[in-house]
């Protein structure tokens, strides 16, 4: 079956840099577009950006545009967030989600979340 699993969350300063990391296995992976979500306490789940197969065309939301990167790894077949310059209205949990590239948009497969805290 499908497993997205998310690691690399933790406790950070305000300016300071984590690098998320998504393994994905059960899916051919090329066929995905992968994506990055949030969900802070209290607030709706909110899209932070996501990154095709080739060309990786990525593409984020414009709370996090200069400060977040999306990259993949397709032979390992994970993805990554590097964020830098953090903010404290960056805490949340972080997840990682895949749709198929041909698929009707929606993301079918989520992982279990991550929990970024930013302190100031």
């Known amino acids: 079956q499908v497993q997205l699993v998310e690691s690399g969350g933790g406790l950070v300063q305000a300016g300071g840099s984590l690098r998320l990391s998504c393994a994905a296995s059960?899916?051919?992976?090329?066929?995905?577009?992968m994506g990055w979500f949030r969900q802070a306490p209290g607030k709706e789940r909110e899209f932070v950006g996501r990154i095709s197969w080739s060309p990786s065309n990525p593409y984020y939301a414009d709370s996090v545009k200069g400060r977040f990167t999306i990259s993949r790894d397709n032979a390992k077949n994970q993805v990554y967030l590097q964020m830098n310059n953090l903010k404290p209205e960056d805490t949340a949990v972080y997840y990682c989600?895949?749709?198929?590239?041909?698929?009707?948009?929606?993301?079918?497969?989520w992982g279990q979340g991550t929990q970024v805290t930013v302190s100031s």
């Open positions: 989600a895949a749709r198929h590239a041909l698929g009707s948009g929606q993301y079918g497969y």
């Open positions: 059960g899916l051919t992976f090329s066929s995905y577009v």
